[in-house]
């Protein structure tokens, strides 16, 4: 069963904690992503990976770390210097991160800091 | 400044009725705009890509056009159905490549009520 797959998919966390989301995807694509989705707002790209032990801030980048030592895997750390965490996180996946650059989605994780 | 702008924000309609959605887009150079799918606390799924050369895309019920002279698109839904409630998605890609070459608009949250 192909796909790209998140976990968990509801997080809690406290102030002060460092958490992490994982996604897998087993693609066999070469570009990941993470995006952000808040209320009433577009999907905003925190980073991206277009290989292996290679990756990229994206717009939102503050507050949030990355690896990439597999293809398959593209973890997302949410450290404590990000203020405002709370919010629905997107991992997703494409063949190449060119022009034509159609993206599959995970299913999300919520993250809620109590 | 590259942006996506989608109408109406929420729409309510009954069942068996049709709707269209609205996006309107500023990003230049344009590649390709595509149609996203979300129901609630799920990730996004693609129903439609069209290129600058394509003015009609169809997906079953689901309808897509495109004028890129005024550089408007529009989602119609044939026939609804509950299963459509969800928040529809319209996503420009420039022509310019790496990851942040996507515009995502905010979404037009659909519910289709029996």
């Known amino acids: 069963d192909g796909g790209i797959t998140q976990s968990p998919k509801y997080l809690f966390r406290k102030e002060g904690q460092n958490v992490t989301l994982s996604c897998e995807q087993n693609?066999?694509?070469?570009?990941m992503y993470w995006y952000r989705q808040d209320p009433g707002q577009g999907l905003r790209l925190i980073y991206y990976?277009?290989?292996?032990?290679?990756?990229q801030k994206g717009d939102i980048a503050e507050g949030y770390s990355v690896s990439r030592e597999k293809k398959e895997s593209f973890p997302l750390t949410v450290t404590s210097a990000q203020k405002n965490p709370t919010a629905f996180y997107l991992c997703?996946?494409?063949?190449?991160?060119?022009?034509?650059?159609?993206?599959?989605f995970g299913p999300g994780t919520r993250l809620t800091v109590l | 400044k590259n942006q996506v702008e989608q109408s109406p924000q929420s729409l309510i309609i009954l069942e068996g009725k049709n709707c269209t959605l609205q996006?309107?887009?500023?990003?230049?150079?344009?590649?390709?705009l595509r149609w996203y799918k979300q129901d609630t606390g799920r990730g996004p799924v693609s129903l439609t890509i069209m290129t600058f050369s394509e003015n009609t895309k169809s997906n079953g019920r689901y309808t897509a056009t495109l004028d890129a002279d005024t550089k408007q698109s529009s989602l119609h839904i044939t026939a609804s159905q509950l299963s459509d409630s969800a928040s529809y998605i319209c996503v420009v890609s420039a022509q310019f490549s790496g990851a942040n070459n996507l515009f995502f608009g905010t979404g037009t949250r659909l519910t289709v009520i029996p």
């Open positions: 693609l066999n694509h070469d570009a």
């Open positions: 996006c309107n887009y500023t990003v230049s150079p344009f590649s390709n």
């Open positions: 997703a996946s494409s063949i190449y991160s060119g022009l034509y650059n159609e993206q599959f």
């Open positions: 990976s277009q290989i292996v032990n290679d990756f």
